[in-house]
């Protein structure tokens, strides 16, 4: 490391960090961490640790998040030094988190803290720590969290368990167990302790892996249509021509699930409901000579406004309607001080209403289903709203219209995402969107089938509805694991505080 920067090590870290989202390869997420953790050991000034956290964390979001140049740039009509600065200012917010990670470990180390005890307790407590407050503070971001690489890995089995939030924890005592081992290389205690923990966690997620956490309810006949329209289309007259027949062609094409359910993505009319023309309404509504219930998002408009809805259509007529929780900043409704950004961007319906936590699932054929508008799924304590003082859905729905993004590693990255909740929750998850990546994921994460991104077509699918006794996140949320965060991360500050304030040299 001395022959290289730090910095620019970090840097490189986190690009690495953030290419390991999707497709999903929690090998170099691990090591791209433990990078970064073998530097945080390294570094003796708090300066210097946040430094090396800021680099790591640039690099982890610019790399993860480079499609927001697509939106503000392309769909935006934004210059394209204007669209890289936004990027680049995020990625400096976000990439806050994990300095105040490196900031706090150099702390650590200045203290006199060993190499075991920063890298595998105040590091990974930290680190899961921010991600937490990362995802709440501001509405929450939690996008390019580091367990969305785990989907395909053995940590996924935690989920049912702790959540997203607990598999970032243990993806840096992971990585933290890594860094050490690299560093106390003739520390035969030290290493034993951190292969023990090793161990431990593999083989709990190895026998965590076996358990049914939901069973089959029901089988229901979903088809998932994607528009494929692009973004600059869309808003059109002549797009907005062209996505209602090529919706109503993709709805009706043989053989169409007869009694069961079609899906299509959010905001599917640049115009509330309201205002569409009878004749319109018919022709789109009555699918499958109205034997199959519908489901797509629109806008609906209120004596007090816009608000983005899901609804539920069946025999023509809306009987169900869900609307949007968690609104996308800049997207949905501008954040005070804000609106000069948003008109310069030209985003349409910049301010809509928030729907309210007690909404109620769809019920289609006997199915409970719970719907999820865009990046609502990005928030699971927001989901197991759904199992509180209501019935448990049977199924997740994501509406989503990803077109902003154009052909992105944004579109894997959400279908990463929606793989977390199906486990979470040990319910399937069906996604409709416009561009992609519309799919069935089954309750165990995996990808049944799915369609081709930014490509019209139509999905049918046989969908396994589940049932059973909540799972334990559904129950607890991340609460128990983020109380045992604060415990450790408190218990090794106060040991360092309380004592004689000297340097352990490294062995």
């Known amino acids: 490391m001395k022959k290289f920067p730090p910095f620019l090590i970090a840097l490189f870290a986190g690009i690495a960090q953030g290419f390991s989202l999707a497709p999903a390869n929690q090998w170099l997420q691990l090591a791209a961490l433990a990078v ?41 009509h934004q210059p394209a030094v204007f669209a890289a600065f936004v990027v680049f200012i995020f990625s400096c917010y976000l990439a806050l988190y994990p300095a105040a990670v490196g900031a706090l470990c150099a702390w650590s180390v200045k203290r006199g803290s060993s190499a075991g005890r920063m890298l595998l307790v105040i590091a990974p407590a930290a680190w899961g720590l921010t991600e937490w407050l990362r995802g709440v503070l501001f509405s929450g971001f939690p996008w390019s969290a580091v367990s969305y690489a785990h989907v395909d890995g053995a940590l996924l089995a935690f989920a049912p368990i702790c959540g997203a939030e607990g598999i970032n924890f243990l993806a840096a005592f992971i990585s933290g167990c890594a860094a050490f081992l690299l ?84 905001t599917i009319f640049p115009i509330p409901l309201q205002q569409l023309k009878p004749e319109i309404w018919k022709k789109f509504t009555h699918v499958t000579d109205g034997k199959a219930a519908l489901m797509f998002g629109g806008f609906l408009r209120g004596e007090d406004g816009y608000r983005n809805t899901a609804v539920l259509v069946e025999h023509e007529k809306i009987v169900q309607s869900y609307t949007k929780k968690h609104l996308v900043p800049f997207g949905e409704y501008v954040p005070a001080g804000f609106r000069w950004f948003i008109d310069m961007l030209q985003i349409p319906m910049g301010d809509l209403l928030q729907g309210s936590a ?127 965060m604060v415990l450790l991360l408190i218990s090794a500050i106060l040991a360092l505080l309380f004592r004689k304030r000297h340097r352990l040299p490294l062995k």
């Open 183 to 266: 560093l106390e290389r003739k520390n035969l205690k030290g290493i034993a302790l951190a292969s023990a923990g090793l161990l431990v966690v593999f083989s709990l997620a190895f026998a965590l892996a076996d358990i049914r956490w939901s069973e089959p309810y029901k089988t229901l006949s979903v088809r998932l249509v994607q528009g494929g329209i692009a973004q600059d289309e869309k808003f059109s007259p002549m797009g907005s021509l062209t996505s209602f027949e090529r919706y109503v062609r993709l709805m009706n094409e043989k053989p169409a699930p007869e009694n069961g359910l079609i899906v299509l993505p959010e």
């Open 358 to 484: 007690d909404q109620k699932t769809f019920e289609i054929d006997g199915v409970s289903a719970a719907p999820l508008l865009c990046y609502e799924d990005l928030f699971a304590s927001e989901i197991r709203e759904w199992w509180q003082g209501g019935k448990a859905p049977n199924l997740l729905v994501n509406l989503s219209n990803l077109g902003w993004f154009g052909d992105t590693h944004a579109l894997p990255q959400h279908l990463n995402i929606s793989r977390m909740r199906a486990v979470e929750f040990a319910r399937p998850v069906i996604r409709a969107t416009n561009t992609g990546m519309t799919a069935y994921v089954t309750s165990k994460g995996e990808v049944a089938a799915e369609l081709p991104a930014m490509k019209p077509g139509k999905l049918d699918v046989e969908v396994a509805a589940a049932q059973g006794e909540p799972t334990p996140f559904v129950k607890f949320g991340a609460l128990p694991w983020l109380g045992a």
């Open 36 to 76: 970064l953790f073998f530097i945080f050991a390294g570094l003796r000034t708090v300066k210097a640790g946040f430094l090396a956290g800021l680099f790591f964390g640039i690099g982890w979001f610019a790399s993860s998040l480079a499609w927001l140049y697509v939106s503000v740039h392309d769909y935006g």
